[in-house]
């Protein structure tokens, strides 16, 4: 059995869950908080991360969402509606 993907993921998303929570308070009584992800990693993006986000500048459909790390290293998005590829 090679169960430990599901695993891992579970643990970050608690991680991430717990991070969320002590930024902001006023989330703690949800269940589920919806963060945007990054086009490129689809890591989710915490609320005081240096992230940008823009629509998608060929079909303005999308709000595209960076990381700070994808930023720093200039990586590619693609726009999940119209398959735009840019900088
Ligand atoms: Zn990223
Ligand atoms: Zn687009």
Redesign the pocket.
């Given at each position: 059995m090679r169960s430990r993907i599901p695993i891992s993921k579970l643990l970050i998303e608690a991680r991430v869950h717990a991070f969320i929570v002590a930024k902001r308070p006023q989330w703690a009584g949800m269940k589920q908080v919806t963060l945007p992800t990054c086009s490129w990693c689809h890591r989710p993006i915490l609320p005081d991360e240096r992230a940008v986000s823009f629509p998608?500048p060929?079909?303005g459909?999308?709000t595209i969402w960076r990381c700070r790390v994808c930023r720093e290293l200039a990586r590619p998005y693609v726009?999940p509606?119209?398959g735009?590829e840019g900088p």
């Open positions: 998608c060929n079909c459909k999308v726009c509606s119209c735009f």
